[in-house]
């Protein structure tokens, strides 16, 4: 079985820029889930999609970050414009239902110089 | 606000050692306490802990919780350079994870 993959592994840009983020789920997981660790801080959770439906978004920064989910399989998470302080590691996570354990990717690193 | 803490932030040790790491946590609503192993990329997940003193094992790692100290441990046994990673608590809050910073383990020969 597939495990959750993200792309890109690592994006590099510059302030005021756009970046689009990647996470295609474990096939049959209805739950999506996005996370950010930044430097030296825990990871931490910005959203989660039910299928294509956003669950939560308690965990989203600021109207910059914008996660969608259309058709219920993959997500994308677009920054826009991207600021210095949105550097860090983006992991998604699925599960089938969520009362269990989430299954991460790998993560994308940004760095924003 | 939930809050997860884990203990110590960093262990260096040899192989054959055992250790044991520590997660306190004080939340509003427990639901489940997860432990997982972060190498160089994903973490993966380890255990998945929502009853007290019911231990969970896998091979040299095993978990226990008490819900009524609020704090949960990880140990492993006879540690092998292969152990080096971060391990992460996580308290499963609703829908969300809750992590804690993690605790860096380097196993040496």
């Known amino acids: 079985e597939a495990g959750v993959t993200q792309f890109p592994s690592h994006s590099v840009i510059e302030k005021g820029q756009t970046v689009t983020l990647r996470c295609d789920p474990i096939s049959g997981h209805d739950n999506l889930y996005w996370y950010r660790r930044v430097m030296g801080k825990e990871i931490k959770f910005l959203l989660h999609f039910v299928k294509e439906s956003k669950q939560d978004e308690s965990g989203m920064p600021n109207n910059r970050f914008l996660a969608e989910r259309t058709g219920g399989t993959y997500s994308t998470l677009k920054v826009q414009p991207a600021e210095l302080e949105d550097s860090g590691v983006y992991f998604c996570a699925s599960s089938q239902d969520p009362y269990n354990e989430q299954f991460f990717g790998p993560g994308t690193r940004l760095t924003v110089l | 606000e939930d809050k997860v803490v884990q203990s110590p932030l960093s262990l260096v040790v040899h192989e054959g050692d055992t250790v044991t790491l520590n997660c306190s946590y004080e939340v509003t609503n427990f639901r489940s306490l997860l432990w997982y192993k972060q190498e160089k990329k994903a973490p993966t997940f380890l255990f998945m802990l929502?009853?007290?003193?019911i231990e969970k094992k896998s091979g040299r790692l095993s978990s226990i919780l008490d819900k009524k100290e609020l704090f949960s441990i990880l140990n492993i046994t006879a540690t092998q350079t292969g152990d080096s990673a971060i391990y992460l608590c996580?308290?499963?809050?609703?829908?969300?994870?809750?992590f804690g910073t993690g605790t860096r383990l380097q196993v040496f020969p």
């Open positions: 929502t009853s007290s003193g």
């Open positions: 996580a308290h499963l809050n609703t829908d969300k994870l809750i």
